[in-house]
């Protein structure tokens, strides 16, 4: 049975959710970043991890959820099968990841980016940030008009991994995703679905570990 090592609040939300789309029996894991049992499958100590029954490991979002669109076509989650269609996939992909995951990095963690300890210095990174944020989110947005989905009509990978992202920004930004319509629109049919809630509900609760139904 697949393993999938999460966090809470984290971009492992995707995966989580990809998971539960497919339906096949698989195992969540909650873990804390760098914990024992985490360095244990990721020497790196983040999230999300995967692993399968023969002991293979995968990481990194973009990778893990490729490999699940791949594993499992009948699910309909890569976004189509055309050369085209694969290139759309891993462009929204390397989008997600290198330009909005990583413009969110001077909202979470500021200290990392100034040497000055002073709150108004962190303050000012935050603000950075969020103009960053603001940037992609403007980029996104557009594309989406006239879409259901990022890639198209039908959910994808890529619209599990843009949704803790919105999630962040709704919660971070100042006005929160209120001028990006297209991407409230998006956040609001994901979250209507009843496989995203029940991994938002399991995320939410106590338990450390939960299985999906066969």
Avoid at 77 to 88: F, K, V
Wanted: glycine share 8%; hydrophobic share 45%; charged share 20%.
């Amino acid at each position: 049975m697949t393993t999938l090592y999460y966090a809470v609040g984290a971009c492992s939300l995707a995966p989580h959710i990809v998971l539960e789309w497919i339906g096949a029996p698989y195992t969540a894991v909650r873990v804390q970043y760098g914990s024992d049992e985490l360095l244990a499958v990721n020497p790196a100590g983040a999230v999300p991890t995967l692993r399968e029954d023969d002991g293979w490991i995968l990481t990194q979002a973009g990778a893990i959820l490729d490999y699940l669109a791949s594993k499992h076509p009948e699910a309909r989650l890569g976004g189509g099968d055309g050369l085209r269609d694969r290139a759309e996939a891993h462009r929204w992909s390397s989008f997600l990841t290198s330009d909005v995951h990583s413009a969110f990095w001077p909202v979470f963690m500021p200290y990392r980016y100034t040497t000055d300890s002073g709150e108004a210095a962190k303050k000012a990174v935050v603000a950075a940030g969020h103009k960053l944020v603001e940037k992609q989110f403007d980029v996104l947005n557009g594309h989406l008009e006239g879409r259901d989905y990022i890639l198209g009509r039908e959910r994808s990978v890529i619209d599990a991994y843009a949704f803790p992202m919105i999630r962040w920004a709704a919660k971070l930004l100042p006005d929160g995703v209120t001028n990006y319509p297209h991407l409230q629109a998006l956040h609001d049919r994901l979250a209507a679905d009843p496989a995203v809630q029940r991994v938002l509900a399991r995320e939410a609760a106590k338990r450390s570990t939960a299985a999906a139904p066969a």
